[in-house]
């Protein structure tokens, strides 16, 4: 029972550059339309919040 899994996944620094294109790409999928809903959030609110 030493604490440590022999089974622990490999971090994104010790991937491929395959795998690390596929986190890239993974990240921009719901980072982009994250950012967007929360411009538009910030932005409605501003109109609701103004008048």
Same mark, same amino acid.
């Given at each position: 029972?030493?604490?440590?899994?022999?089974?622990? $996944?490999?971090?994104?620094?010790?991937?491929?550059?395959? #795998?690390?294109?596929?986190?890239? =790409?993974?990240?921009?999928?719901?980072?982009? $339309?994250?950012?967007?809903?929360?411009?538009?959030?910030? #932005?409605?609110?501003?109109?609701? =919040?103004?008048?």
């Amino acid at each position: 029972m030493s604490g440590e899994s022999s089974t622990s $996944p490999p971090d994104a620094a010790a991937a491929g550059p395959g #795998r690390r294109g596929l986190i890239v =790409f993974a990240w921009l999928w719901v980072g982009v $339309p994250l950012a967007y809903g929360l411009y538009e959030l910030v #932005r409605k609110a501003t109109q609701l =919040f103004t008048g």
